[in-house]
């Protein structure tokens, strides 16, 4: 019932010479059984649109629809790019950039209000983690960065434990099942059951083509959030055919 999604986070890796890759991937998965979407940095949205069936996200956004920020980008003008997403509250953001849970919250909000999907990103460090804290940690965080607004197309979640992005380390199986569950619980619980089990929830962190096809087996596992392995076509698509695979 919850279609998978493959996503890819570019973040600010890529130029127009790497749209190449998005062309093999379109042409390998032309008729893809998963959602794939690519968030590539704000500077290659338009062109990588040219793309299809892969869709197009980005990174951030403004809680603003306007005005006076220098330098940042609003929703509204993500989607006029041919946006359909955007990754929020991802993890280097919250850390360079101090995001917390009440600004991530408002910019899935302004997100949610233009149409796009938000993929709303919480996770655990290995501190706490290592002190028994990732529930209490993963339950804030959701508490704080997912707006009322929130339906199953609007909103995917992505679990990230911080110590497992671009460190080649990745909880195991019974550690991703333990977060991915208690989230879809305390979705239910907020949203009701028919919403509730219609979010996404993606694992993100050293998501390769070596480990996908085992993370994937997981319960409430819909899909990844892929960072290094999705800047080429040789390392997403086996990633996409695992899921596809399920
Ligand atoms: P990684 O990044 O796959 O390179 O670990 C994941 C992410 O930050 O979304």
Not at 187 to 205: D, K, N, P, T, W
């Amino acid at each position: 019932m919850r279609r998978k999604l493959a996503a890819g986070n570019w973040k600010m890796n890529g130029t127009q010479a790497s749209l190449a890759e998005l062309g093999k991937l379109a042409t390998a998965h032309a008729a893809p059984a998963v959602d794939i979407l690519i968030c590539p940095p704000a500077t290659l949205i338009t062109a990588a649109c040219a793309h299809a069936p892969i869709a197009i996200g980005a990174q951030d956004c403004h809680m603003a629809s306007a005005g006076a920020h220098t330098g940042d980008i609003a929703a509204a003008q993500l989607k006029d790019a041919g946006a359909t997403a955007v990754i929020l509250g991802h993890s280097e953001r919250r850390d360079a950039h101090e995001e917390h849970s009440d600004l991530v919250r408002a910019k899935a909000r302004a997100a949610q209000a233009e149409g796009l999907m938000a993929i709303v990103c919480m996770g655990e460090s290995l501190a706490q983690r290592e002190a028994q804290n990732t529930l209490d940690i993963i339950g804030g965080q959701l508490a704080g960065s997912i707006p009322d607004s929130s339906t199953g197309e609007n909103l995917v979640v992505a679990y990230e434990p911080i110590w497992a992005i671009g460190t080649g380390l990745v909880p195991s199986l019974d550690q991703i099942s333990e977060v991915h569950g208690f989230i879809r619980a305390r979705l239910e619980r907020r949203f009701g059951a028919g919403v509730g089990r219609s979010v996404r929830l993606l694992y993100g962190g050293s998501v390769k083509p070596d480990n996908a096809a085992d993370i994937f087996t997981v319960p409430d596992v819909d899909g990844a959030l892929v960072g290094g392995a999705s800047l080429t076509a040789a390392d997403f698509s086996p990633i996409i055919k695992a899921l596809e695979a399920v």
